[in-house]
């Protein structure tokens, strides 16, 4: 096995979890429809699922049920929102500013997300993490998005990187990085992303 050079990082569901932001602001701005929408029922029945959706679901539910569409003519308001929200207060764990540090002494790193530029860099300079990565590929940069591997090999060029490890949360985002032709370690939580790198890291150590 070649000796890592990158580690390649998804954004959402591996450096955070912005779900429970993106429900509680959904939950602000339709409560003065009379709407209740509570962190359980958002995270066990519309966590991926597209917003329209979510909204058509909200109103039929509703006592009397409501217009769909005037549930979501809420979305401006909710992403001017979330953008103030995460950027007052970057929602990413406090160990994960020493720990990036610890990898970039012998890594090149990236973020590789398919979230606009105009989220992920305000956030992650918010958070104090956007120093940590030598580049970050958002939406922008390429024109076929994940599970196509153009993001993750788009990131390997900018690096000049041949070996590199994918840290993704995602069935799309994994595939994506098995077809860059990376090794992809899969995860389900930020909050163990850093023990299961580095438990992956020390795998190398010792077989070196
Ligand atoms: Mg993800």
């Not at 590789?112 to 970050?136: C, N």
């Not at 993750?152 to 077809?179: C, F, H, I, M």
């Amino acid at each position: 096995m070649p000796a890592l050079d990158a580690i390649l990082f998804d954004f959402d569901g591996v450096l955070t979890d912005t779900e429970p932001v993106h429900c509680a602001c959904w939950a602000e701005v339709l409560a003065p429809f009379g709407v209740t929408l509570t962190w359980e029922c958002y995270r066990d029945h519309y966590v991926g699922v597209d917003d329209r959706e979510v909204m058509r679901e909200l109103a039929a539910d509703a006592h009397p049920p409501l217009d769909w569409q005037v549930l979501f003519a809420q979305y401006p308001a909710k992403k001017l929102l979330f953008r103030e929200r995460t950027l007052a207060a970057p929602p990413f764990d406090a160990g994960l500013d020493g720990f990036l540090a610890e990898l970039h002494r012998d890594y090149k790193l990236a973020v590789v997300t398919s979230s606009s530029r105009l989220e992920i860099e305000a956030l992650l300079v918010a958070g104090g993490l956007r120093k940590h990565f030598d580049t970050v590929v958002t939406a922008e940069d390429v024109t076929r998005h994940k599970p196509d591997p153009e993001p993750y090999l788009e990131a390997a060029r900018r690096l000049g990187a041949t070996s590199a490890l994918v840290v993704e949360d995602s069935v799309n985002g994994q595939a994506a990085g098995r077809a860059a032709g990376f090794e992809v370690l899969p995860v389900t939580r930020p909050q163990d992303v850093p023990a299961l790198v580095r438990a992956r890291l020390c795998r190398v150590a010792r077989s070196l």
